[in-house]
């Protein structure tokens, strides 16, 4: 059988050493299962590699996207046309989540979506992820863990991705399909620009049919504001901030931001900011010893009982669980 062994280097990747600290690493996942389309998984990483290309011509860099394989046991994956990919197997490593997860499928997705396993692992996945997007049959485990409806563009996008779905013709909607969750992402961190040069890169002349969702030069510089203001949000979020205090950093009125954030980010911005808290208090319960409540007041979060009542909702487990089976987790 042929093989393809795609090295983390291939996808753009760089050693943490390497990379300016100014630079921000957009954590990438795809998951994949026996019989997935490469084509469709494929295209997703060949967008971010290409989004890294481009970006490094830039006088400044913003952000950098390290993309990683996934798998349940590790180690090689068959595609549908029997071509192998080396992957990561799901660890404690993966345990903060990421800044996206696609889910492929193929032959052994409709086997994960009834292990109870796989489906809680990419519900934990969910609670810490930014965006968790559908490729091809992934949709079949994305359902299983309750997360989005058919598996087209998750709702986290906005109806501007799903309006797509019917553009695609069946011989290229694989691709198409896999391609605009990937570039929602590099159009939000690195610009209109830089997602309609990807899009002609990879495919020449779908930038014309992917218009609905790269939007238009006039969409770029609110895109812009609203970027900023998100990296406001989370250079900020341990303080006493507010969703109004962010529309003034964008310079807008708060309906105006409130809806433009949406679209750009994919949720709103209370929503962002709560995700934000919550990565930043996941770190304090991992790596420190502090008490619950003072790690609430640290990460923006207030107290400790409205800590313990979000962790409830958002992760089903208390902080003092989190920190335990995190740690259990980290020590094998």
Known sequence: MPY?????????????ST??????????????????????????AEVFHM??????????????????????????????S?????????DARHYGGFDALFVAGGRGAEEAAKDERIVEWVRRMNSKTTVVKAISEGRKVLEAAGIGGAGDAQAR?????????????????????????????VKRDLGLDVSRSVAERLMPGSAAKLVSILGDSGAASAGDKIRAAARWLQDNCERPISVVDAAQVA?????????????????????????ARLAVT????????????????????????????IFRKRLLISPTEYRMQSRREANG
Do not use: H
Request: proline letters at 4%; glycine letters at 10%.
């Open 157 to 185: 996008y906005g109806n501007a991705m799903i309006q797509l779905r019917d553009d695609a013709s069946a011989e290229g909607g694989d691709r198409y399909e896999s391609m605009k969750g990937a570039l929602m992402l």
């Open 51 to 80: 989004a890294n290309e481009l970006s490094s011509l830039k006088t400044r860099v913003e952000c950098t996207y390290d993309v990683r394989f996934l798998s349940v046991e590790g180690g090689n994956v068959a595609c549908a």
């Open 251 to 275: 310079a807008m009125s708060e309906r105006n931001f409130l809806r433009r954030f949406k679209i750009e980010m994919g949720i709103t911005p209370s929503d962002y900011l709560l995700q």
């Open 282 to 309: 996941c770190a304090l319960l991992t790596d420190s010893e502090l008490p619950v409540d003072k790690i609430a007041r640290r990460s923006g979060m207030g107290n400790g009982d409205r800590l313990a009542k």
């Open 4 to 16: 393809a062994t795609l090295e983390p280097a291939v996808m753009g990747w760089t050693p943490p």
């Open 19 to 44: 990379r300016p600290s100014q630079v921000e690493v957009k954590r990438i996942a795809i998951l994949l299962f026996d019989g997935f389309s490469l084509l469709g998984a494929g295209i997703v």
């Open 82 to 90: 029997s071509v192998r990919v080396w992957t990561d197997g799901l």
